[in-house]
């Protein structure tokens, strides 16, 4: 059965860090992409930053400078690590996975950054 385990959320002070996690599970094949999405209340849910199997990166603007990417995509893993956390960063931030023409997604993890 095909999953993604997120873990990593939690409540932090505003400047503060945190570091995301995600593993793909029971997806046999090759992942092209994988990258996090966050949905604030209110709001759409929006790309936070993605990596492929090459190593390339993209982060949205809000992010760039504070967010990193990382992780193997092979090896079905991806980090999301978040500094200088923001009151505006409080989202559910899903892991999401790319592959042949399937996109699938994790449960989300809470991340509230408190002023």
């Known amino acids: 059965q095909v999953q993604l385990v997120e873990s990593g959320g939690g409540l932090v002070q505003a400047g503060g860090s945190l570091r995301l996690s995600c593993a793909a599970s029971g997806i046999i094949f090759s992942i092209s992409t994988m990258g996090w999405y966050r949905q604030a209340p209110g709001k759409q849910r929006e790309l936070v930053a993605v990596?492929?199997?090459?190593?390339?990166?993209n982060y949205a603007d809000s992010v760039k400078g504070r967010f990193t990417i990382s992780g193997d995509v092979a090896k079905k893993m991806v980090y999301l690590q978040m500094n200088a956390l923001k009151p505006e960063d409080t989202a559910v931030y899903y892991c999401n996975a790319a592959y042949r023409s399937i996109r699938v997604w994790g449960q989300g993890t809470q991340v509230t950054v408190s002023s």
């Open positions: 990596i492929t199997s090459g190593g390339s990166t």
